[in-house]
């Protein structure tokens, strides 16, 4: 077991997780005063959480078709596609993601869409806790949780930074890897580290806690992109309705409420 697996492991436990968490969670959209006359299933990277919830609420209530959604880290996400998970619409934080599962044959590329850009920060839920990645390097700081490079885009591009950054050598001793940027937000907020660099979507509408951006310049882009990948013609009708309805008008407003950047905006 490597060095990380143990902290992974280790954190789970303190907070009480199940040790197989790494195949995400489930999520119901939520009621709406309408019946569902349909049904469609979600794989959605762990940092649209928030916004796609409320996107799903929004969806149900506009066309009466119900969305359930499965959130996780995108690599592991993709490799349930490939291996016939039967999903109906894949939405990744890494668009190469999902032109893998295309070219696996497991999607349908005329609906591959780059729906938002992805922006990073960093968070500590102490008053007094960094919020630069200068901050990170302090001698005060014992651990610092990034989501785990090797399974989520957020975790490559937090790396990216700290390296950019030149602090990745001081900060690397104090690393508590999370499973996907969901679980990395909850190191933070339980106590578990002191600070995380996690997604700004996940933390924009927190009323706890502190947090900064960070320079996207230091990063790798985090272009997320969606595909349809049912192969159930009945559910892949509302599929494609539902990754339209992600780059409408309302969907843009949901997502840019949530702090992530639209195609052809600019970060702020």
């Known amino acids: 077991m490597s060095w990380y697996r143990h902290l992974i492991l280790a954190g789970a436990v303190a907070l009480g997780l199940p040790a197989c968490a790494s195949t995400g969670s489930t999520a119901t959209a939520g009621e709406s005063s309408r019946t569902p006359t349909s049904a469609i299933t979600v794989a959605a ?14 969806f149900e209530a506009q066309s009466g078709t119900a969305v359930t959604f499965s959130f996780g880290s995108s690599v ?8 016939g ?30 729906y938002a850009f992805g922006r990073i920060v960093v968070y500590t839920a102490e008053p007094s806790g960094p ?3 200068d901050g990170l390097a302090a001698p005060g700081v014992q651990w610092v949780a990034i989501p785990n490079p090797e399974h989520a885009p957020y975790g490559v ?45 996940l933390v924009v509408t927190r009323q706890d806690g502190t947090w900064a951006l960070v320079d996207p310049a230091l990063h790798r882009p985090l ?8 192969t159930d013609p009945a559910r892949a009708e ?14 843009r407003e949901v997502m840019n409420r949530y702090g992530f950047v639209l195609p052809g905006e600019q970060a702020r």
């Open 76 to 83: 592991q996400l993709a490799q349930q596609i490939r291996n």
């Open 131 to 133: 919020t630069t990645l």
């Open 157 to 201: 591009a937090a790396e990216d930074a700290l390296r950019a950054a030149r602090v990745y050598e001081r900060v690397a001793p104090k690393l508590v890897l999370g499973e996907n940027v969901s679980d990395t937000l909850r190191l933070a907020t339980s106590g578990n580290a002191d600070a995380a660099i996690v997604a700004l979507s």
């Open 45 to 58: 990277a762990a940092d649209l959480r928030l916004a796609f919830a409320e996107l799903g609420r929004a």
């Open 223 to 230: 272009e997320q992109a969606l595909v349809v990948t049912s």
């Open 85 to 114: 998970a039967p999903f109906d619409v894949f939405a990744s934080a890494d668009v190469e993601l999902v032109d893998d599962v295309i070219a696996a044959g497991k999607a349908d590329r005329s609906t591959k869409s780059t």
């Open 238 to 251: 509302p599929a494609r309705r539902f990754a339209a309805f992600v780059g409408s008008p309302a969907g």
